[in-house]
Nanobody, 129 residues
């Protein structure tokens, strides 16, 4: 298994950018699909993006709400996953979680939480208007 640890959260004005990082321990990191989720105050946690290491290429997936604004990337050699967030909106405010899926449950591609096995503690992102 891998254990994700997030960093990079903070406070930013609307229209600004922020980059989140996720460091994941474990020797089999490249075998895991890595995802980002977020939870706004008073709301359920929701899927943001995920990325699969296909060996010769990385395959990203995004929630419709962040397509064109957020970019997920990974460096499997460094056991790192990143979420570049641009054109941030106040509704992007929330706690952002990094999660890992072993891929056995194909629901990971649809952002189903139960398909993700390991979770980080989260990092707070606040977008002010």
């Amino acid at each position: 298994q891998v254990q994700p640890v997030e960093s990079g959260g903070g406070v930013v004005q609307a229209g600004g950018s922020l980059r989140l990082s996720c460091a994941a321990s474990g020797r089999t990191f490249s075998n895991y699909i890595m995802g980002w989720f977020r939870q706004a105050p008073g709301k359920e946690r929701e899927f943001v993006a995920a990325i699969r290491d296909g060996g010769s290429a990385y395959y990203p997936f995004y929630a419709d709400s962040v397509k064109g604004r957020f970019t997920i990337s990974r460096d499997s050699a460094k056991n790192m996953v990143y979420l570049q967030m641009n054109s941030l909106k106040p509704e992007d405010t929330g706690v952002y979680y990094c999660a890992a899926s072993n891929g056995r449950d194909s629901a990971w591609v649809h952002g189903r939480e139960h398909a993700y096995d390991c979770w980080g503690q989260g990092t707070q992102v606040t977008v002010s208007s």
